[in-house]
């Protein structure tokens, strides 16, 4: 099975490329974004020595269908797909803050809270609550982008006062936020599913705040499933989910957190293959539609070439 884990094109008007952690970012003419879903994956802030067939075209794909879903909410960045692993769009100046949003105490805020934490990123949360138990109304957790490493936990308060968004564009942020977590939550619902919590990125184009990057995905969301979650919570049970939790989970069981001394496990074809196959369920689960995989594979780097450049080409004409 075929993986694409490296990109280097030079497309015409190329003036860089940026490359993350899964996605690989080209400007065009410092106008357009080429951003190209690879199949990396990461988790612990780390990228996994072996690619995921089919990864990317799900990431790709999902963001694609909410990004045209919420498009009513607030503008975004996305133009086309021209490829099944690529979204050209608008060119936006990124701000530093990834606004994340939880309506449900799990994941990292629930660890910190288990060590006696009632305070992240300056929202006070209630004494008593339990793992997996809803807020009373969805909390907003930023983190800043950082160049490498983790990401780190701030405030909205200090947000501003450092000068990293102004307090009028952080206020739209936080309104487009809380409006495109409630749209996700009433479709994940029309699937089974609770949209547990996600993050979101926003960026500055002529004066007017865009969404841009991914939305929505099991890459930057966790889902619950609905059926059986009071259930499972009234027992203290773990919640059966719909996210790469199952990746994270099996890396912590093979003793690798990204902490000092230790050794990340052995990724084999066949677990490539297994983390496939949970991506592909998470597609249909999530948009409740049969996931269309990509038939030419055999040379990836190429398709998305000629893909990408014909589109780039087409416009210009």
Not at 114 to 137: A, D, H, S, T
Request: with cysteine; glycine share 6%.
């Amino acid at each position: 099975m075929k993986a694409l884990t490296k990109t280097d094109f030079r497309f015409a008007g190329q003036k860089s490329v940026y490359h993350g952690k899964v996605r690989d970012v080209y400007n065009i003419d410092d106008d357009l974004m080429v951003m190209v879903a690879t199949d990396r994956i990461s988790a612990f802030d780390v990228i996994l020595p072996k690619g995921i067939p089919f990864k990317g075209q799900v990431l790709n794909q999902i963001a694609a269908k909410f990004l045209d879903a919420t498009s009513d909410i607030c503008p975004n960045w996305k133009l086309a797909t021209p490829d099944p692993q690529v979204t050209v769009g608008l060119k936006c100046e990124g701000f530093r803050v990834e606004m994340i949003i939880r309506g449900i105490l799990t994941g990292s805020a629930w660890r910190d809270y288990q060590k006696g934490c009632r305070e992240i990123c300056g929202v006070q949360l209630p004494e008593g609550m339990r793992e997996n138990e809803r807020f009373p109304e969805p909390i907003i957790t930023p983190t800043t982008k950082a160049d490498e490493g983790h990401d780190l936990n701030i405030s909205k308060e200090e947000i501003i006062a450092q000068g990293i968004v102004s307090a009028e564009d952080y206020a739209v942020m936080e309104d487009y936020t809380r409006k495109l977590f409630a749209r996700g939550q009433e479709i994940a619902a029309k699937q089974g599913l609770i949209l547990v919590d996600t993050k979101y990125e926003f960026g500055k184009r002529d004066g007017k705040v865009y969404l841009i990057d991914e939305i929505h995905t099991p890459d930057s969301s966790r889902y619950f499933y609905a059926e059986g979650y009071e259930e499972k919570f009234e027992k203290g049970e773990p919640q059966k989910q719909l996210s790469k939790e199952f990746v994270r989970q099996w890396l912590i069981e093979h003793d690798f957190m990204n902490e000092p001394g230790q050794t990340m496990p052995e990724i084999t074809d066949e677990y490539a293959e297994s983390v496939s196959e949970r991506y592909i369920e998470l597609y249909e689960g999530i948009t409740g539609e049969e996931f269309d995989k990509a038939q030419d594979v055999s040379d990836i780097n190429a398709r998305i070439e000629k893909n990408v450049s014909e589109y780039l080409a087409a416009r210009k004409a």
